[in-house]
């Protein structure tokens, strides 16, 4: 089965940024068949069994790459946004008292369907009872990067410390030949791992060659703990327990020193860059600029809802532009093209995933985004990436594909009912919403 989407403007986000005014993808199963102009396009083979998708003069682009997200903490959302220490006053506890196995599956399975309606076709995510993370990806059919939390504190999940590390390795080989879902193992942030625990579940990460993510450089008292306790930076203690490699996945990544960047660059670690939650939390602007000038790979994380409030990269590419710009005090940094690269192309980087994901190629994943432009906020549209970064938003995606399946059409869900999934949702959090109540003085 093919499927030819005509009559958009293809934003390849290639490495020679091509874009074809006029342009066609063809889809063969779930890869990209052919990519090109409409006189190109009339000599392709489509084959007896072609299905059409008319683009509408729409913006086709890749598939967003959401590098760092807590999917299943939906139920977070609004609640506490202005409590100083939310992480250990409020929203540990209360994980801790309400969080349950059904409600991370009914959570994720609404945060996975807000990121499909933004054009979000791939996320990387830290969680606990991440095996109903995973199933929310298969019933949607969503493409998840997705890791069991490793911490070293009681949890939703158990009473004991870093029995996420066991619960990972189980989850990593039940999941390992999925399509869509890729295990991986997440210890949860350098002041709340033990370094002998940061390093089993390294060896974990190797032994089942997957990805290794976990907090970095976020919060000003893991700066002071190292500072105080090691006389060094959290980068440079990951670098001398020898748990940063090309399979590393760093977030947030605020408080970075020349050297923290040079020890990335070297050891070729990703980056999650949340812009959204770090502002929110008043922590600051991380150096992208001169990351990027050292060649690592940087993706946008979201976060999950509760500290960003959004799981959409539209608010990131804005938020991100404005505050860049500013920390620098210059207008010419980051052009919409570079955010917009930085969304698809960066993320499908900072994961190791560049020859799957990330631009419109013949041969790669066929993860696709129609953007319409016909939408009151969409009009001039002289610079498509313009468009994209500052007027776009998540209202605007009319058209997602993942795995060469069509998943949003005509602005909608395609194989779910978002209404039912909301309402399951809400039910399943009327204990965690009576939970929350004993917190009263921080919501």
């Known amino acids: ?14 490495g020679e940024n091509r874009v074809y005014e006029d342009g066609c993808v063809l889809v063969k199963g779930s890869r990209i068949e052919k990519v090109g102009d409409r006189t190109a396009a009339e000599n392709w083979d489509l084959g007896p069994d072609v299905t059409v998708i008319d683009g509408k003069g729409g913006l086709l682009m890749p598939g967003m790459v959401n590098t760092h997200c807590h999917v299943s903490m939906m139920p977070f959302r609004t609640l506490g946004d202005d409590c100083a220490d939310r992480l250990r006053r409020f929203l540990f506890p209360l994980e801790n008292d309400a969080m349950t196995r059904k409600l991370v599956y009914r959570a994720a399975r609404y945060g996975i369907c807000e990121m499909l309606l933004a054009g979000v076709t791939t996320f990387l995510d830290m969680y606990y009872y991440e095996d109903e993370v995973a199933k929310a990806c298969e019933d949607l059919g969503m493409r998840g990067f997705l890791g069991e939390t490793v911490i ?11 029995s996420g590390l066991e619960y990972g390795e189980s989850f990593i080989r039940q999941w390992k030949d999925s399509s869509l879902v890729r295990p991986l193992i997440a210890p949860h942030a350098t002041y709340s791992v033990s370094p002998e625990m ?16 976990i907090h970095v450089c976020e919060m000003e008292h893991e700066i002071k703990k190292f500072r105080t306790e090691y006389n060094q930076t959290p980068v440079e203690f990951l670098a001398d327990l ?17 050297k923290d960047i040079e020890l990335f660059a070297e050891k070729q670690v990703g980056v999650a860059h949340c812009i959204g939650s770090n ?12 990351m990027e000038e050292k060649g690592i790979a940087v993706g946008f994380g979201t976060d999950g809802a509760s500290s960003g409030n959004t799981l959409d990269l539209f608010t990131l590419f804005k938020l991100f ?11 010419t940094l980051f052009p919409a ?17 560049e020859k799957e994901l990330g631009s419109v190629e013949e041969g790669k994943k066929a993860d696709l985004v129609i953007v319409e432009t016909d939408s009151v906020n969409m009009f001039p549209c002289y610079n498509p990436y313009s468009a994209l970064v500052y007027s776009a938003n998540a209202s605007n995606v009319d058209t997602v594909m993942v795995d060469g399946q069509v998943l949003v059409r005509g602005k909608k869900l395609v194989k779910a009912d978002f209404g039912q999934i909301r309402e399951e949702l809400e039910e399943e959090m009327e204990p965690f919403m009576k939970a929350a109540e004993n917190y009263g003085e921080m919501i």
């Open 337 to 353: 093209r570079d955010i917009v690269k930085t969304g698809t192309m960066g993320g499908a980087r900072a994961l190791g995933m």
């Open 152 to 162: 070293g504190q009681a949890t939703c999940e158990s009473p004991e410390p870093y």
């Open 279 to 290: 502002t929110k939390g008043g922590r600051g602007v991380a150096p992208v600029p001169a």
């Open 1 to 14: 089965m093919k499927t030819l989407i005509e009559h958009v403007k293809v934003l390849t986000m290639d």
């Open 198 to 213: 940061l390093k089993k579940s390294f060896a974990v990460a190797e032994k089942y060659d997957t990805l290794y993510t």
């Open 242 to 258: 020898g748990v940063l490699d090309r399979r590393t996945v760093a977030a947030h990544c605020v408080y970075m020193t020349e």
């Open 321 to 331: 532009a404005d505050f860049q710009k500013t920390e620098y005090h210059d207008r």
